[in-house]
């Protein structure tokens, strides 16, 4: 059992590495507080959606949707189709986390991001499955989670002070820090592969309505990455049952 000096310090480690994707998620969570208050929602429903959803490109959608007046229905697919890729997140990371008690798990799944993904799992290449407790990654969640409450905050206080913020590319700063996240991932084969269905049908499906191009895109993403993780873990799950006949 590791001292509580020990799990302090890993706490510390994965909210300091989380630093450059926190600065990266800035701005888009000052442009989402600034949505907020150009769309029929009260501030604090803005706010509670980034504290109970706490998924920047889902709350972008969910935004947009509901300032189009779109049904329950849309708004909760469409959202759960771009969340999806989490499935993604999830099969790689449960080696590392598999053996964590299950409030551990559930805390933990409840504060992954993107971000927060990519900076976990790099820290987990570098040690065995079943090694690393779960401190680096609560710090770097936790981190990620009280920084995405701030800029929130901060885009609802000055979203109707300056009502086109959104217009002046602040964005560009979380599509270079996905970048920074998806071009170290691609080192497997499932990750390529996913990202190649994604980018390409995205392309060629731009032209559908209401954006469905680029969900049916994700979709097929996930699907293609997850079915390659379940053949590639197919192997190994076999090698091991055959060791204990």
């Known amino acids: 059992m590791k001292s509580p000096g020990n799990r302090l310090s890993e706490f510390a480690a994965g909210a300091r590495d989380t630093l450059p994707m926190m600065i990266g998620a800035a701005p888009f969570g000052?442009?989402?507080?600034?949505?907020?208050?150009?769309?029929?929602?009260?501030?604090?429903?803005?706010?509670?959606?980034?504290?109970?959803?706490?998924?920047?490109?889902?709350?972008?959608?969910?935004?947009?949707?509901?300032?189009?007046?779109?049904?329950?229905?849309?708004?909760?697919?469409?959202?759960?189709?771009?969340?999806?890729?989490?499935?993604?997140?999830?099969?790689?990371?449960?080696?590392y986390v598999s053996h964590l008690p299950a409030r551990w798990r559930w805390t933990l799944g409840a504060l992954m991001t993107d971000e927060v993904f990519a900076v976990a799992y790099a820290h987990y290449q570098k040690r065995p499955p079943g090694e690393t407790g779960p401190y680096y990654f609560f710090g770097s969640g936790l981190a990620m989670y009280l920084n995405w409450q701030l800029w929130t905050v901060l885009g609802l206080v000055f979203g109707s002070a300056f009502p086109g913020l959104q217009s002046l590319g602040l964005d560009f700063a979380m599509v270079?820090?996905?970048?920074?996240?998806?071009?170290?991932?691609?080192?497997?084969?499932?990750?390529v592969a996913a990202s190649l269905a994604a980018g390409v049908l995205s392309f060629a499906w731009q032209g559908w309505p209401y954006k469905l191009g680029l969900l049916a895109a994700v979709l097929v993403g996930v699907a293609v990455g997850t079915a390659l993780t379940l053949i590639e873990s197919r192997p190994r799950n076999q090698h091991a049952q055959g060791g204990t006949r």
């Open 176 to 191: 270079a820090t996905f970048i920074a996240i998806v071009v170290p991932q691609l080192v497997a084969l499932r990750f």
């Open 30 to 95: 000052v442009i989402y507080g600034t949505l907020v208050t150009a769309s029929p929602l009260s501030p604090w429903h803005g706010q509670l959606m980034s504290l109970a959803v706490f998924a920047g490109s889902a709350q972008f959608i969910a935004v947009g949707l509901i300032a189009g007046h779109a049904s329950f229905a849309v708004i909760w697919a469409t959202t759960l189709i771009v969340n999806l890729r989490h499935i993604l997140y999830s099969a790689t990371l449960a080696p």
